[in-house]
């Protein structure tokens, strides 16, 4: 029972340490669109689908995080 | 006994109320014949898929040239939005052929996320399988568009991107082919990911309000029941933002089988 809990708490934390680089990722990304932006608002549409792009690749690192989870 | 010691107690049947939770998630049959049967999430897909279709054709039914009919339009505004975003501007020229695809996945998931906001209901993409399938007819359907427009050959080399320096091509090209694969992956597990999470959210906030009542109740004590009230106003902004991200997901989820889809077909 006790090394259950702590392989699931070092789940939790492993998960959580692999959050803070997709977190910083998609946030400079989210950045660079509202710059965008407000710079050039006629290309909004053209720029949310990039930054969905580009968020998107960043966030498949921290959704492997959460798959591996499950598996171990 | 304390509001927070009754989470932890086990029921009459072994469980404790966050084991209830946990297993509430979990896909067990509700029709079941002989071995095989539907999960509660593939009952709710199917109810879903019907009441798309269903929707989606009232609006397109009662569609006219000058809209007067509010619900008809709200679909036509939202048909044209997506065809606006992921056609012209993640797939480019010659998009139409796949907006049927797209815009069934992006009216589906939006249908099945709100209708798991409503209590009493199961979201059919809070389960993996779900997602998993949906995921798996985006990734086939882009692979073959690909190998559609390019022939076999040109789309294996396409995966790498055109102007490398020779030396740099087979690794550049291992590493695309590894980030081509894992969009199966993500696509699934995004979506799953999120609503699972939301709804596990919402369940153990309102657990915690649920239980402070019950906690007030028990021993007569108002001054106990005061931290439900911020527990139950936590889940209202929770719902609220579980709604937005119901919509989220859903056009991630279109756009981003738009844009495969544009990458796979488009020309360098």
Redesign the interface.
């Known amino acids: 029972m006790e090394s259950i809990i702590t392989l699931a708490a070092l789940k939790v934390v492993g998960y959580g340490l692999g959050t803070c680089g997709p977190g910083i990722g998609i946030g400079l990304a989210c950045y660079g669109c509202c710059v965008g932006t407000a710079r050039q608002p006629e290309l909004a549409?053209?720029l949310?689908?990039d930054f969905?792009?580009g968020a998107?690749?960043a966030?498949?690192l921290a959704?492997?995080g959460?798959?591996l989870t499950f598996i171990f | 006994m304390s509001p927070l010691e009754m989470l932890t107690t086990p029921g009459e049947n072994g469980m404790n109320l966050l084991d209830e939770l946990r297993h509430s998630f979990d896909s067990q049959f509700v029709i079941s014949f002989g071995g095989t049967g539907l999960t509660q999430y593939i009952l709710w897909m199917l109810i879903t898929a019907t009441l798309t279709v269903v929707v989606v054709l009232v609006g397109a039914r009662k569609d006219s040239l000058i809209p007067t009919n509010k619900f008809a339009h709200t679909i036509e505004f939202l048909y044209h939005n997506i065809c606006g975003d992921m056609g012209t501007s993640a797939i480019g020229k010659g998009y139409q052929r796949h907006m049927t695809l797209i815009a069934t996945f992006f009216f589906f998931i939006l249908v099945s996320n709100f209708v798991g906001l409503i209590p009493g209901c199961k979201t059919p993409t809070g389960s993996l399988s779900v997602t998993w399938a949906l995921s798996t007819v985006s990734f086939f359907y882009f692979n073959y568009q690909g190998i559609k427009a390019r022939g076999g050959w040109g789309y294996i080399k396409s995966i790498a991107p055109a102007g490398l320096p020779v030396v740099m091509v087979p690794i550049i090209w291992f590493f695309e082919l590894i980030s081509l694969v894992l969009r199966w992956l993500t696509l699934a597990v995004r979506l799953y990911g999120n609503m699972f999470a939301g709804h596990m959210v919402l369940g153990i906030f309102s657990l915690m309000t649920y239980v402070f009542v019950a906690g007030a109740i028990q021993q007569m004590n108002l001054i106990l029941g005061l931290p439900a009230i911020a527990w139950m106003a936590l889940l209202i902004v929770m719902y609220a933002l579980e709604t937005l991200v119901a919509f989220l997901q859903a056009y991630v989820f279109a756009v981003l089988s738009a844009s495969y889809v544009g990458l796979a077909t488009s020309e360098h």
Do not use: C, K, W, Y
């Open positions: 549409g053209r949310f689908t969905i792009i998107a690749l966030e498949a959704l492997i959460f798959v």
